[in-house]
């Protein structure tokens, strides 16, 4: 079993930036990617970008690549979601999730899910 907790969410004006961290706990992960994953209200949850933790590979959705940016602590076992720039349609809960590689990791498919962190950004 893989534990996930994310933090770092928060109220960010247009343009701001955050920080979204996601603590792991109970495996290790070096043969599994990790992503980060948003659902905004009254809409699908959507790929936002993920991290191969042994090689550190990154993936990213084209609507943030160039603002967020993915990383892993291998010693903290936490991994970060460094957002820039941030817009109103950025608004959503985030999620970490893990899966075992090899595999999509833009897929919803996977094996342990956070419990999500809210993102409102107010134009």
């Known amino acids: 079993q893989v534990q996930l907790v994310e933090s770092g969410g928060g109220l960010v004006q247009d343009g701001g930036s955050l920080r979204l961290s996601c603590a792991t706990s109970g495996r290790n992960l070096n043969h599994y990617g990790m992503g980060w994953f948003r659902q905004a209200p009254g809409k699908a949850r959507e790929f936002v970008a993920a991290i191969t933790w042994e090689v550190g590979s990154t993936f990213y959705a084209d609507s943030v690549k160039g603002r967020f940016t993915i990383s892993r602590d291998n010693a903290e076992n936490t991994m970060y979601l460094q957002m820039n720039s941030l817009k109103p349609e950025d608004t959503a809960v985030y999620y970490c999730?893990?899966?075992?590689?090899?595999?999509?990791?833009?897929?919803?498919?996977?094996?342990?899910w956070g419990q999500g962190t809210e993102v409102t950004v107010s134009s």
């Open positions: 999730a893990a899966k075992q590689l090899p595999a999509n990791l833009r897929s919803h498919k996977y094996d342990y």
